[in-house]
């Protein structure tokens, strides 16, 4: 068995020795299911009978916004699972028996990094089938077409199962780069959840200019490789190409490894 194989071999093992994988799927499922039904009904339904009234919008550019929620609203967990796979390693100190068993530490975090490239699929695949189902049952309830055979869907939904296996590749960089594993994931969930979401709607309030820095925040990347967009549906900004926010997402992946390399995992181990 080749060295590289053996450790994408025994960061597949490490991933899967305890049940934090698939609680995290499953709550992906269930939180993407919830938000998916309560989107679909909200557009679904007349102002007038207490939804938000989608009737203004294309159908089909209405069911992508509903079906990409994970990309939009659903991304922190493959996210905080990349991070969690080396903080841990400091946090349980597992490093040093990690690098007797394999001392090259770039060969380390490249099979880390495709690893939880692979459970960011998966955990974006439960969160998408949760989202879908969902949204799907509640569109045909209110006699809305759910566009399922639909080539546009399901280039949506391919594209968003990509994006969320780089959101997993962006978090094993950035736990590399703030190793403390309490506060890389309370600076994710600050940043994901608070942050950004603030700093996207209040530069795209501000003007032409500060709206194309927005464009470049990684969740505006993600959306924009999927091409659809909670926040392109109310007005409140717009996207990069599919390409461009593919290849944004992808540096950010990249540049925090190399970083998190070359600093945290240059230093000697204690």
């Known amino acids: ?61 209405l069911v992508q916004t509903i079906y990409s929620l994970p990309t939009a609203m659903g991304y922190v967990f493959p996210l905080v699972f990349g991070a969690l796979s080396i903080t841990g390693e400091f946090r349980h100190r597992t490093l040093t028996s990690s690098l007797v068993a394999d001392p090259s530490r770039t060969r380390l975090i490249v099979s880390k990094v495709l690893v939880q490239g692979g459970f960011g699929a998966l955990i974006g695949a439960c969160s998408i089938l949760g989202a879908v189902l969902a949204a799907a049952l509640v569109f045909a309830a209110t006699d809305v077409d759910p566009f399922l055979g639909s080539p546009e869907v399901w280039t949506t939904l391919g594209l968003s199962v990509l994006a969320l296996a780089l959101w997993g590749m962006v978090g094993v960089g950035f736990g590399a780069l703030v190793p403390n594993q309490v506060a890389s994931i309370v600076m994710i969930l600050a940043f994901t959840q608070l942050l950004e979401p603030i700093l996207r709607l209040a530069l795209g309030a501000m003007g032409d200019a500060t709206a194309q820095v927005s464009l470049y925040f990684p969740g505006a990347a993600a959306e924009a490789l999927v091409g659809s967009s909670i926040y392109t549906a109310i007005g409140a900004s717009e996207l990069l190409s599919r390409w461009a926010g593919g290849l944004v997402l992808l540096a950010y992946a990249v540049l925090f490894a190399l970083v998190g390399r070359f600093t945290t995992l240059r230093r000697d181990l204690t």
């Open 1 to 61: 068995m080749s060295a590289f194989r053996a450790g994408l071999v025994s960061e597949l093992r490490k991933s899967t020795s305890t049940s934090l994988w698939w609680i995290l799927a499953g709550g992906a499922f269930l939180y993407l299911a919830f938000m998916g039904a309560v989107m679909a009904f909200a557009v679904s339904v007349p102002v007038e009978e207490g939804g938000m009234g989608g009737e203004g919008m294309d159908p089909l550019a």
